[in-house]
Nanobody
């Protein structure tokens, strides 16, 4: 499976951005797709995930209520709508995919073997 992330940019605090992750190859119903982010000097952290088959979603605490993950099967794309952005949301955002993910594994970075390139999100204060 190949993943192509896009949609990053520069936005003021309080603004919104929508990231896209185009997915190709594989059998989509088998996959979960997640977003992670990484700031300089910090570990890559979980943001949100969605299971393609049943649309089950999982969010990090900081993302709950501000971010929304969704998927469009007609476009083979997973989206991350980010609202009320804060300067601390500044990071490189990566999408990742893996098959046969149970709910408890969705936030676990080490479970994902397929990664896209990152897209930079910068939130100015």
């Amino acid at each position: 499976v190949q993943l192509q992330a896009s949609g990053g940019g520069l936005v003021q605090a309080g603004g919104s951005l929508k990231l896209s992750c185009a997915v190709s190859g594989g059998t989509f119903n088998d996959y979960a797709v997640a977003w992670f982010r990484q700031s300089p000097g910090k570990e890559r952290e979980f943001v949100a995930a969605i299971r393609w088959r049943d649309r089950y979603t999982s969010y990090a605490d900081f993302a709950e209520g501000r971010f929304a993950i969704s998927r469009d099967s007609t476009k083979n794309t997973v989206y991350l709508q980010m609202n009320a952005l804060k300067p601390e949301d500044t990071a490189t955002y990566y999408c990742a995919a893996q098959t046969r993910m149970i709910v408890s594994s969705l936030p676990l970075r080490r479970q994902y073997r397929n990664w896209g390139q990152g897209t930079q999100v910068t939130v100015s204060s």
